[in-house]
T-cell receptor, first 113, second 114 residues
Framework: DGGITQSPKYLFRKEGQNVTLSCEQN?????MYWYRQDPGQGLRLIYY???????QKGDIAEGYSVSREKKESFPLTVTSAQKNPTAFYLC????????????FGSGTRLTVV | AQSVSQHNHHVILSEAASLELGCNYS??????LFWYVQYPGQHLQLLLK??????LVKGIKGFEAEFIKSKFSFNLRKPSVQWSDTAEYFC????????????FGKGTRLSVIA
């Protein structure tokens, strides 16, 4: 089955630590995205990549970093500089034009303790 | 910058009631419009989408949405809701070229009671 796999499903981090969230897709999609979902805030764009080895900041990129070394993979690192990292993180992918909409992963819930 | 407004944060309906969820966007050009649904514990799924043509779009599970260009609106409707429609609904938009990431509204939580 084609889809997007996010891991882990739940992640706990101590303050001051960096943590990397995994996102892998086997849909042969060119574009991949990271959104953050908070209650009452909807989905806010962190980073996106339309092609391998290229990515752009979204609306709330501060404190996050990404890489896109392979078409299938778009990992997100939440750094210690992110002031409020506890949230639900969603990865998505689409064809380059996005006209068919996005396919979403099941998300990673990050809690900073 | 584009923005999407969803007017209702939480809607509570009885089974068989009719549903209309509002969505307005701010963008002067031609847009692609989407409604996504997130059932409890599940990932976001596409309900329906509009690119061009007939402004009344039909999606899965009996949902439909109407694009009214003059009102910058794309409201979601369903004639008769079921308990299984309990979920969070998100409206999203991007410019017609499609190369700009989707901008999402804040979502509307729908609770359907028996």
């Amino acid at each position: 089955d084609g889809g997007i796999t996010q891991s882990p499903k739940y992640l706990f981090r101590k303050e001051g630590q960096n943590v990397t969230l995994s996102c892998e897709q086997n849909l042969n999609h060119d574009a991949m995205y990271w959104y953050r979902q908070d209650p009452g805030q909807g989905l806010r764009l962190i980073y996106y990549s339309q092609i391998v080895n290229d990515f752009q900041k979204g609306d709330i990129a501060e404190g996050y970093s990404v890489s896109r070394e392979k078409k299938e993979s778009f990992p997100l690192t939440v750094t210690s500089a992110q002031k409020n990292p506890t949230a639900f993180y969603l990865c998505a992918s689409s064809a380059r034009t996005g006209i068919d909409g996005y396919t979403f992963g099941s998300g990673t819930r990050l809690t900073v303790v | 910058a584009q923005s999407v407004s969803q007017h209702n944060h939480h809607v509570i309906l009885s089974e068989a009631a009719s549903l209309e969820l509002g969505c307005n966007y701010s963008y002067g050009g031609t847009v692609n419009l989407f409604w996504y649904v997130q059932y409890p514990g599940q990932h976001l799924q596409l309900l329906l989408k509009y690119f061009s043509g007939d402004p009344l779009v039909k999606g899965i599970k009996g949902f439909e949405a109407e694009f009214i260009k003059s009102k910058f609106s794309f409201n979601l409707r369903k004639p008769s809701v079921q308990w299984s429609d309990t979920a969070e609904y998100f409206c999203a938009v991007n410019p017609h070229s499609g190369n700009t990431p989707l901008v999402f509204g804040k979502g509307t939580r729908l609770s359907v009671i028996a």
